[in-house]
């Protein structure tokens, strides 16, 4: 079933002057409920534009945007809701941080859903268990929190609206290792545990290749390609004449292929990457 549609979306900026410009031109894609979906393309093809449409903070030029098969800007009820419904993560959203303690700035969206005290409560403490943060964390000012536990108490205000739909935005970047893969994680265990959709914007293939069950492409304002990982992560030339790279490990593999090996190619995460050696050349011998 499909949760979110659009048809013929086109963004201008700067409109009617001389410095017009397509942000995003012509976009119809379909997004099924409960699906990773991951978001690559180079700087400036038009992704964060994209995004900010599916949950009405931009109004399209042209086009329509579905939500649940409902035109979001059908009348302002319907946008008002569109807002709880997707719940948006920006990229650095530990900026946007500004309450007294980690409590009530995860409590900030539930509570202009003019939500029962009781139920902004628990909605709290469900999302702050989403992200790993504990009990003492919550009566902390933001400001005292590591760098990546401000990144995860501001993705938990975003699941504390409990969206049908999350839209992160480069959740992982600037953060050291081990926090990315933290972030990766409360990412993965966050759908499993709800259903939600989640879109997932990023310049990490390796992140998209890990957590997607379908990848769109852009590339100068439009879509290019929509489909499985082994779908868009296998056409290796044409990702990098648009300024993006395969995976790393699926790089190596082809490397191997080039050197005659007969290994597969379609890996595209660490995990498939040593299955296959394991497969080739037995486990004793990786040991």
């Not at 093809?45 to 994209?50: A, E, I, L, V, Y």
């Not at 042209?62 to 008002?80: C, H, M, N, P, Q």
């Amino acid at each position: 079933m499909k949760i979110i549609s659009t048809q013929g979306l086109t963004h201008l900026y700067s409109k009617g002057t001389p410095f017009e410009v397509a942000a995003i031109r012509d976009i119809s894609v379909d997004i099924e409920e409960g699906a990773l979906v991951g978001i690559i393309g180079a700087t400036g093809s038009g992704k964060s534009t994209f995004i900010q449409h599916l949950n009405g903070i931009l109004k399209p030029e042209a086009g329509k945007v579905y939500l649940e098969g409902r035109d979001i800007w059908e009348d302002k009820k319907s946008i008002r809701e569109t807002r709880f419904k997707v719940g948006l993560c920006f990229q650095y959203p530990e900026y946007q941080l500004f309450e007294e303690t980690v409590y009530k700035d995860i409590s900030f969206g539930p509570r202009n859903m003019k939500l029962p005290q009781d139920e902004i409560d628990r909605r709290v403490r469900t999302a702050a268990d989403y992200v790993g943060l504990g009990e003492e964390a919550l009566g902390k000012s933001p400001f005292d929190l590591s760098g990546g536990e401000k990144r995860r108490a501001a993705i938990a205000g975003v699941m504390a609206m409990e969206p049908k739909v999350l839209i992160l935005d480069e959740p992982t970047a600037g953060l050291d290792p081990s926090g990315r893969r933290k972030i990766l994680k409360l990412i993965a265990d966050y759908r499993v545990r709800t259903g939600s959709t989640v879109i997932l914007v990023s310049h990490s293939m390796e992140d998209v290749a890990a957590l997607a069950t379908s990848v769109i492409l852009m590339h100068r304002s439009s879509v290019v390609m929509q489909g499985t990982v082994e779908e868009v992560f296998t056409q290796g030339g044409l990702l990098k004449s648009m300024g993006l790279n395969v995976p790393q490990v699926t790089e190596i593999f082809e490397g191997l292929r080039a050197r005659g090996l007969p290994v597969s190619d379609r890996i595209f995460t660490i995990e498939q990457g040593l299955d296959e050696l394991l497969r080739f050349y037995g486990k004793e011998a990786v040991r």
